[in-house]
């Protein structure tokens, strides 16, 4: 049973913590942050501004604004919560007719890219749990008054249905889908008095992981996670494994406390045999194969990396060894996504332009993630998602065993992974199939508007309808707006709509639904954009995408370049890193792409584990 508190009392709670903290315990760390580290030690304190900000980037705070929110009461109520409320001139289309008219696409319908594997698109949607979740407001129908959200189609807050219109797929099921509103940050979307001034406090959202890339998808976002997730008994800083069940000796992340969890069951096998959802540092980590993969790939080289650390240092105690793991693992997740990943997204130049070479880290600058980041712009993928997921056996080829399974086969069900031949077909799979394509025509297949599954909803949802309904609920303003905010030129007109949106069929519908180009929702304009050559965005989400993980990188004091993190020869040897190591380290597969990032066939594109460079960690031998 667990226990259920009023938002108010929530946030007293933590605005108590947080003067506490500030009082008592800043002073405290700031005083012993006036030594420098020991060589290789954790933290680079050695300056006071470095505790300037303590709350920037932690969980459980709100997401930054780039651009003030857009309301329609310009206080909390969302884009489209009042009927016959105009923007422009119109009012706004509903996200389901939007998806329906044009984003959706079938599962035929599939333009492959080539030159990108399935991985890229999954290490998207990893690096985006490291970086973000947005709770959304809990639902208390037993409570008095409390409005149920799966029982109502009308706006009543915490609920903002989506309206289904008659001859839709849904329509046969529900006269609208269910929303839930994010959770509101602590006194937002509320309106005060400051002195005899009325001050409007717009409404903000929350995270509840950690801003940084600082690998919380392996190690939590908050101490109590993170406790839950080590070995506390072992001399060697492990983490917890799952004791139940192997994939040909290698580790399965362990099951979560909370039994019977809600994740689905083999429908073949005896009903008291249960395979529980996966417990890691992010609590989406079963929501697919594949990101259910990354994440057991990680648990497996922490403890990999920890056993050899305390070989190699015997005298080190189980905390230091954990920590100086975690440590280089969170450097790891760094180095392949900016070095490896963003490149490939936003392409070289608008990296050179909007991230650049590593400079050190700047107090001034908030690396806290950004709401239209999170919510919009790193939705990018979401139109690059395959219907389809392959396995394949050891020589790389379709298996009757393992058949391929549409997506909607895989939405929780980490009982595939422990039955069903375990990470190495999976990964086979991932590596030589190629990411979808995002095409102007072909957005999101129908595993994703007509079949999403998730544990909250006995139904089936609309991905597409969720996050247009998620950037309107978070204040996002509109497409040209965040254009005029990344110095892209507004487009006022169908003509102009073209320079940035070649499918003329595409532009013609977005106008017959928006009526206005200042109406269009941020998300669908960045996913339509015309996408550079050598990259997987428009310049309007490369914009954003480059400024955050710019943010991200040199708001960061334990980034991994900074000179107080490593020595030196640490840094070089964890250049070496890459995630084909990752691969090779800690599964059964011999040969992978040098960078498994690209499209590769096998065997031509595929090298030997032993010719792909690996970590010696001889400048991590302490002597004595």
Known sequence: MSLKFPQSALCSAASAAL?????????????????????????????????????????NTALARWLPPVYEDELSQPRGWNLGFLHSGFPLPSVREVTRKIIEASNEAVTEDELYSDLITVWGQYIDHDLVFTPQSENQPSFQGAINCQMTCANQNPCFPIQVFPNDTFSARMDCIPFYRSKPACTAGQQGLLGNLSVINPRQQMNIVTSFLDASTVYGSTAAAENKLRNLTSEEGLLRINLLHFDKGLEYLPFVDRVPSLCAQDPKEDKAERIECFMAGDTRSSEVLSLTALHTLWLREHNRLAKALKELNPHWTSERVYQETRKMVGALHQIITIRDYIPKIIGLDAFEQYIGPYQGYDPTINPTVTNVFSTAAFRFAHAAIHPLVKRLNAQYKEDPSLPNLYLHEVFFTPWRLIKEGGLDPLLRGTLTTAAKLQVQDQLLNEELTKKLFVLSNNASLDLSSLDLQRGRDHGLPGYNDWREFCDLPRLRTEQELMTAIENKTVVQRIMEIYKSPNNIDVWLGGIVENIHPDARTGPLFACIIGKQMKALRDGDRFWWENINIFTDAQRQELGKYSLSRLICDNTGLTEAPLDPFLLGKFPKDFVSCENIPSINLGPWHEVL
Do not use: N
């Not at 006036?34 to 920037?56: A, I, M, N, V």
């Open 19 to 59: 003067v506490t903290f500030t009082i008592f315990f800043l002073p405290l760390l700031m005083r012993h942050a006036q030594p420098g580290p020991s060589k290789g030690s954790y933290c680079p304190c050695k300056d006071w501004r470095l505790l300037e900000h303590p709350t920037w980037g932690a969980s």
